[in-house]
């Protein structure tokens, strides 16, 4: 019986790529992960302070974080926060006019 014998070697391929022991950061320290991601502007300010208090401790980043910073390490150039700023640097004033006439207020 080939069948439950392919499915489980699948399953524990999936186990293994999801789990926490693979490294997604081609072995970079906490310190140098979380200085790449701040450089690249891809990670949001809550994450960045925590994991940079954590740092600043003495302590390892938490898994969640060191996943959370590898996602924002590999994250496409479009993502970025200079790529947003030449995105709306692009924007018609004109078009923000309407729209705030029309009643849209950003955050």
Known sequence: ?????????????????????????????????????????????????????????????TPHERDALARDQYEGEEDTDTADQAEFANIDPRETERAQQQGFRPA
């Open 1 to 61: 019986m080939a069948g439950p014998t392919i499915a489980r070697q699948a399953a524990d391929q999936l186990r293994d790529e999801d789990g926490e022991d693979h490294d997604k950061t081609g072995g970079m320290s906490d310190a140098e992960l979380l200085a790449s991601v701040e450089k690249k502007g891809t990670a949001g300010d809550a994450l960045l302070r925590a994991a940079h208090d954590r740092v600043r401790q003495g302590k390892s980043l």
